[in-house]
């Protein structure tokens, strides 16, 4: 097991470093825009030769290597926020995107399983055709139309939450106020239709493949009733392949949303992704891609090794 | 001894006879025809009622993309009128059984009401004659307001005077434009005036006086004597405001000669004979009809632009579909050359390759994009750096598919008897065990197709890929150019995100029917 997780790790690292080093070489070779007003474009130019830009790219790539080990630094902010650390705009940025996340993570997960169970139970009945259409059709909807949809019924017919999200000097300073909240609430909602529906769908294939295998019904022949033997056997099986995916998710909630973010005007990680692009701030740039494909990563690395610590039958790496 | 005839012991030679003389012995044909694999998954899938009706939608969709600019609409994809911008759906064939009629529902304050009422009775009223009441207006062709809603009084802001609205009138978009200002040069005046001999359809009106009682001078709408708004009626010689009544007349402000005759145009400028310009008041609806031949008729209405929304969603859809198509044709080609030589070899050759893909599926699809568009697409287009992306990672999925596959078959026994018999490589890959693992994937190519649609309209939505020109839209695009402004016209967000999501779902029922009906084992489980 430990072998197997070095092995992982290792792998892991090596492949961060191989989209590190292609992001970095395409990013730095996109051309320079630099600001209309000259003061500002001679102190950019001034740094941008002091930090060795206009050096082989190699070169480049070794001096960005060497800060990031050295004084974790991961570049400057130019137009976003004037000379801030790349990384300290982005840390800034996690919560709003993290919270939003949460919130819909925490909505959504519990919500999916209980709806899975439910039509896996009532399988082939109406309410598992019912629970089963609406899962196609919510599956399939993309993100952002649920957003428009929230955005309609509770907003310009019901007038009960805001259209978007509350600035932080808005909400009384702080992401964790009630007023916060009260704006959260509709892009968490958008986020978790598609989540709940995602989920639901899992669930019920896994536990439907479960309560239909032998060791079921050895558990009826004992004289367990049919919930116990739901509760006991099936659902502890289906859960297998079930937790790492809600684990991997749980990682992958540090990343946000793009569209969402955008369309809820939520300050996260999703929003200075778009910002950093659009203003071709391209240390942000960076910093945020190295960000995604560091989630992306770790994300299926401790799903993957979840299921050894959930199932210990399951021998990861053992050989055949 | 008498011959016996039940003597079956010694029977001669010549009693034998050769049964089916002179016949080919054959196989005796199979009554029924044979039930194949492809026949089988058709079996199955007919009885999926669902993964029918989205075949039946993804076919309208498809039919709806192609034949919209044909037969659907009359404009072409670069037809733009920035009057009719951001109008409602409007048919001249669904207004009969009263949809599609263009109208929107509004509240309305007095003035707002009588200005657009104004623009009937001013249609009605061409000559200057003064004698159109407001109920004949009313009823006027060219009259906006379909139905006036009951008269309430809401306070806005506590404390403040209570003010006195129409709630829930009912408004005809398309001819509240109503009157425009516009310059011609006398050509084109006179073809004008020609072509209202033939029609008999009016569209020059008489010019408005420039002084204290026409309020906005750029606003041709206000045709009539106002004051801050609300009519005025200065017979008495002191300006009198008047109420909206039934009987009333609204009393004209038109521009008149010496004797008294309305002036439809003024001359602005410019040289000589031909070129010199003149400055008119038109009614906007029929010179629409002068310019086109045929009354505004938007099916689908208008988008933020002023293009056919129509026009616009079939482009998107076309778009949509076909880069669809070609993107999981692409990935199918490369993902089974890969799977196929990952699977077969096996060894360190499968080793070195699952490395390779294990590295490239883990890079964040949206950094591609946004990465191929700032580096390709000024060099060879936004589309084809669109495609690049989403070919980088995407045929990974159809190769571990493949690989998969390959891994069940090449132990088999036929293929074995193939090398035996001296295949190549080549052709036990190809002849052999690929057909075998066929409709596992072009199941999947499939359902490729719903997923790249999703994802190149939330690129186009967010921007990341710029799509929207004069001939060419998206439906991302559609949605991010109503983002802004949807509240208030619904229908801009609403047929674009209702058309994607229904092809959205259609695809996913389509492919997981076909994956059902390929997949062997659920042979037998529905009966």
Redesign the interface.
């Known amino acids: 097991m430990t072998k197997y997780i070095i092995k992982r790790l290792l ?1 892991m690292i ?2 961060f470093f ?2 590190m080093t ?2 970095f070489m ?2 730095r ?2 051309p320079r825009e630099l600001p209309q007003d000259k003061n500002l474009q001679a102190v950019i130019t001034a740094r941008f030769e002091a930090l060795g830009y206009n050096k082989p790219l190699l070169v480049q790539y070794g001096i960005y290597l060497r800060n990031i080990i050295m004084d974790w630094d991961f570049g400057t902010s130019w137009y976003i926020q004037f000379r801030v650390p790349a990384m300290e705009v982005l840390t800034s940025r996690l919560l709003p995107s993290v919270l939003v996340n949460l919130y819909s993570f925490i909505l959504s997960v519990p919500l999916g399983i209980l709806f899975g169970i439910y039509a896996a139970i009532k399988k082939n009945k109406w309410q598992d055709q019912f629970i089963s ?1 609406a899962v ?2 919510f ?4 993100s ?2 649920y957003a ?1 949809l929230v955005q ?1 019924i509770f ?2 017919k019901l007038d009960w939450l805001p259209l978007t999200m509350y600035s932080l000097a808005d909400a009384g300073g702080s992401y964790w106020t009630q007023k916060m909240f009260v704006s959260m609430i509709m892009p968490i909602l958008a986020l978790s239709f598609g989540q709940i529906a995602d989920l639901t769908r899992f669930t019920r294939a896994e536990l439907t493949e479960t309560l239909t295998s032998d060791y079921m019904l050895l558990a009826r022949t004992k004289g367990l009733t049919r919930a116990q033997a739901t509760s006991r056997h099936a659902l502890k099986n289906a859960m297998v392949p079930i937790l790492p995916r809600i684990i991997g998710g749980f990682i992958g909630i540090l990343g946000g949303s ?2 969402i973010e ?2 809820f005007a939520i300050p996260g990680v999703g929003q200075l ?2 910002k950093s ?2 203003l071709f701030d391209y240390d942000v740039f960076m910093c945020d ?1 190295i960000f ?2 560091f989630i ?2 770790l994300a ?1 690395i401790i799903g993957d090794l979840s299921y050894g610590f959930i199932d210990p039958r399951i021998r990861m790496g053992s050989k055949k | 001894m008498m011959k016996n005839k039940n003597d079956y012991m010694n029977i001669p030679k010549e009693k034998f006879k050769m049964v089916n003389e002179g016949q080919r012995l054959t196989d005796t044909k199979f009554e029924d025809k044979p039930v194949g694999y492809l026949k089988d998954a058709w079996i199955r899938f007919r009885k999926n009622k ?1 993964s029918i009706v989205a075949a039946v939608i993804i076919l309208v969709i498809v039919l709806f993309s192609l034949l919209t600019p044909l037969i659907i609409s009359k404009h072409p994809a670069t037809f733009m009128d920035v009057y009719y911008a951001k109008k409602p759906s409007r048919s001249l064939t669904l207004k009969k059984i009263g949809l599609s009629e263009g109208t929107v529902t509004r509240t309305f304050s007095g003035a707002g009401l009588i200005r657009a009422i104004g623009i009937g009775v001013g249609a009605e009223d061409h000559d200057g004659s003064g004698q159109v009441t407001v109920k004949e207006g009313l009823s006027s062709y060219y009259q906006p307001i379909k139905k006036i809603g009951p008269l309430t009084t809401i306070t806005e802001i506590k404390g403040a005077k209570p003010k006195s609205i129409y709630n829930n009138c009912v408004i005809e978009t398309y001819l509240e434009v109503g009157f425009l200002y516009k310059s011609f040069e006398q050509d084109e005046y006179r073809r004008i005036v020609e072509w209202q001999n033939e029609t008999g359809l009016q569209i020059l009106y008489p010019l408005v006086e420039n002084n204290d009682y026409n309020l906005d001078p750029l606003d041709a709408n206000y045709w009539y004597k106002t004051k801050k708004g609300t009519p005025v009626t200065t017979a008495s010689g002191k300006a009198k405001t008047v109420e909206l009544s039934d009987g009333l007349v609204l009393e004209d402000n038109y521009k008149r000669d010496a004797e008294g005759n309305p002036i439809y145009y003024e001359y602005t400028g410019g040289g000589d004979h031909d070129t010199a310009q003149y400055k008119v008041r038109i009614l906007y609806y029929n010179y629409y009809i002068y310019q086109n031949g045929f009354e505004p008729e938007y099916i689908f209405g208008t988008d933020s632009q002023g293009y056919d929304l129509a026009v616009r969603m079939a482009g998107g859809l076309r778009l949509s579909l076909l880069l669809a198509v070609v993107v999981s044709a692409i990935n199918l080609t490369i993902g089974a050359i890969y799977g196929a030589i990952e699977g077969y070899y096996g060894g360190w050759i499968d080793l070195i390759l699952e490395r390779i893909s ?2 490239l599926v ?3 699809f ?2 591609v994009a ?2 191929f568009q ?2 390709l697409s000024s060099k060879v287009g936004v589309i084809p750096s669109l495609i690049f992306a989403f070919i980088l990672t995407g045929w990974i999925g159809m190769a571990a598919r493949t690989r998969t596959q390959f891994y069940r078959f090449k132990g088999q026994e036929y293929v074995l008897a193939a090398r035996t018999l001296g295949a190549k490589d080549w052709r036990i890959i190809w002849k052999h065990i690929f057909p075998n693992a066929l409709g596992t994937i072009i199941t999947g190519t499939i359902l490729i197709i ?1 997923g790249t649609i ?1 994802s190149e ?2 690129l186009s ?4 890929v710029k799509l929207g020109s004069a001939t060419q839209t998206s439906l991302g695009t559609l ?1 991010s150019d109503a ?1 802004n402004i ?2 208030n016209y ?1 229908h801009l ?1 609403g047929y674009p ?1 209702i058309a ?2 229904l092809l ?2 259609c ?3 389509f492919g ?1 029917g076909l994956r059902d009906a390929f997949n062997p084992s659920l042979r037998g489980v529905e009966e």
């Open positions: 792998l090596f492949t191989v989209i292609m992001c395409l990013i070779l996109l259409t196609m059709i599956v399939s909807v993309p952002y139309v428009f309609y907003y310009f793009i569209i955008q369309i992704y778009m692009i659009n891609t995604y494909t992306g990563l299926g | 669902g294990d590295i883990d890079v964040p949206i950094v946004t990465l700032l580096h719903p999703n309209s939330m939505y967010l921007g990341i949605l983002a949807w509240t619904p967000l995100a994607l999501s959205m779902i695809f996913n029922l997981n």
